[in-house]
Structures are given as structure tokens and as C-alpha cells.
């Protein structure tokens, strides 16, 4: 017996065939179970089908929302975004860099929600905040981005750290909306969190702050992030600071970004991501000439 398997408009996606190994009689109840058979089939079939062209979607939205490479002049940068084991294949957390005129903006950024939803709002959030970067002063950037966003609403929050390099002086400027403090791993091998005049949310922050400002020395190793990497069901965001210090001290003088963003993921993570995880590495090469 043989019987097509259809689609949802139809169409013929295949056949389903069944044998005896000699001559049957092929009974009506037989008969009933094997279209039943043929049916269950061709919805598990389509199914799968829509699954594959759904994944084939999330990727090339990851793929076009957060590239998993830059190429910065003068700097060593590696980027990573891990999705939760729950979502569609990325959520609200995102990450950026522009480059413009002898300046580096890193950003990342966690809107709060999960799925399509805080998606489709992540990538929102990250233009306006790309434009607005390159066109007001750093300290008023995330009221104007709040301003943007959320002029009316009341249901869109969003944590946003940005930072700013010099290149020609290695001056870092750094402002935060509710979001973790950014690291940075010295050459000395020291670490340490960049404290500056705490700001709420995005949706929240209407005032203007002044940024937090440091010469960085070649060398050290910055690093953003957002609260998945931090942040773990049974223990207190403390013990997530402390480990990210910890793993930051235990990195070689010499590691480059890449190395640095896989053993950091590997040592804070551990298999446990229930959350969305965005992190930037910047490195900055002991000498001008040693440029990746």
C-alpha cells in the first residue's frame, strides 16, 4: 500500500508506503489505520519543515543583528551573544561598535523580556542607539535615547551600557542606564569595576550625567557584559561580581580578546544559561604595532 503525503495547501510533499512480505488481504480497519498513519505523518513532516524555515529566519536575524566580528584599527575585539536554552535563538540582549573618526563606541544592552517580543524591541533599541551615539555628547546620551524609545510608554525598560575609546589617547568615557559596571583586567593583573553616577533604566533616565572617564594603559583588558553572565538562580549577584574578578586576575598578560571572551564565557557560564548573554572584549595591544 503506498498513499501520499500532503500539505497545507495540498501540495504532495511524499509518500508513505507499507509491505508484507507476501500476498495480504487488506482489511477496511487496516486500511483506516494506515491513512490515520499517513496523516499524523504528514503533519509531523510539515511541522519540520516549518521548524527548519523558522531556525534558517533566527539565524539570519542573529546573523544581520549581531555580527560576530569587527575589525577595529588599532584594537583587539571579540564579541559573543549566547541566547537562553528556552528562546527562539536570541532575545533582548544585544551588543554594537561603531567606529567613526579616531573613536570607538562599544555598546550592550539587555531590554527586559524574552522572545520574539524583547527581539524585535532589541533591535530597536540598538539603532536608535547607534544614531544617537554618533550625533550627541556621551552624558546625554541616554535620555535622549529614553526620550526616543519611551516618550509615552510604560511598558519598555532597557539596560544600557556605553563606552568610548580614544584611540589616538586611549581615553575611555563611559556611561550606564541600570545596567552591570564594566571590567577591566590591568596590566599589573589587577581587575576592577568602572564605577560612575548611577543612572536608571532606559524608559526610566530623563537627566543628563556626567561620564565616568579613565586613561587606559596598553595592555589591559575591558570588558562589557550584561546580567546573564552574572547572574545565577542560587547564588547572590555578589558571587557573580567576585567570579568575573576572579576569572579576570587568572588571565594571562599577554591573552588576546578572543582567548580572554572563551575562557570568560566557559568559567561564568558553565553550561547554565537560563538568561541571554551579550559580552565585548576590548584588548588594547601593548604596542602600537600590534594590531589584530
Known amino acids: 500500500m503506498s498513499l501520499p503525503l500532503f500539505g497545507d495547501e495540498g501540495e504532495v ?21 494506515f491513512r490515520l498513519a499517513t496523516d499524523l505523518c504528514s503533519q509531523a513532516l510539515q511541522r519540520s519543515r516549518r521548524s527548519e524555515v ?3 529566519l533566527v539565524t539570519s536575524l542573529q546573523r544581520e543583528l549581531l555580527p ?46 524574552h522572545g520574539v517580543a524583547a527581539a524585535a524591541q532589541m533591535a530597536q533599541t540598538k539603532g536608535v542607539v547607534r544614531g544617537l551615539a554618533a550625533a550627541v555628547p556621551l ?22 551600557a556605553v563606552a568610548t575609546i580614544d584611540l589616538s589617547t586611549l581615553q575611555l568615557q563611559w556611561v550606564s542606564a541600570g545596567h552591570p559596571p564594566l571590567a577591566v583586567l590591568h596590566p599589573d593583573g589587577s581587575a576592577e569595576f568602572l564605577a560612575t553616577a548611577p543612572l536608571p533604566p532606559i524608559g526610566v ?8 572617564s579613565r586613561d587606559l594603559a596598553r595592555g589591559s583588558l575591558l570588558v562589557l557584559y550584561t546580567d546573564g553572565l552574572i547572574e545565577r538562580r542560587h547564588h547572590n549577584i555578589d558571587h557573580g561580581f567576585d567570579h568575573l574578578l576572579d576569572t579576570l586576575r587568572s588571565l594571562h598578560a599577554d591573552i588576546s580578546a578572543l582567548e580572554a571572551r572563551d575562557t570568560i564565557l566557559e568559567r561564568m557560564i558553565a553550561g547554565d544559561s537560563r538568561d541571554d548573554v551579550a559580552i565585548v572584549v576590548v584588548r588594547i595591544p601593548d604596542d602600537e604595532s600590534s594590531v589584530s
Open 68 to 113: 560576530q566580528q569587527y575589525t577595529v584599527a588599532g584594537l583587539d575585539v571579540a564579541v559573543d551573544y549566547r541566547p537562553a536554552l528556552s528562546e527562539v535563538g536570541f532575545g533582548g540582549d544585544w551588543y554594537d561598535i561603531v567606529a567613526d573618526d579616531g573613536r570607538i563606541t562599544l555598546v550592550v544592552g539587555d531590554v527586559v523580556g
Open 13 to 33: 510533499l511524499g509518500a508513505i508506503g507499507l509491505g508484507w512480505p507476501g500476498p495480504v488481504e487488506v482489511s477496511r480497519e487496516v486500511e483506516s489505520r
Open 54 to 56: 523558522f531556525g534558517e
Open 139 to 160: 552624558g546625554e546620551l541616554i535620555p535622549a535615547v529614553s526620550r526616543a524609545l519611551a516618550p509615552d510608554r510604560v511598558d519598555y525598560l532597557a539596560t544600557l
Open 205 to 212: 533616565a530623563r537627566s543628563a550625567t556626567e561620564p565616568g
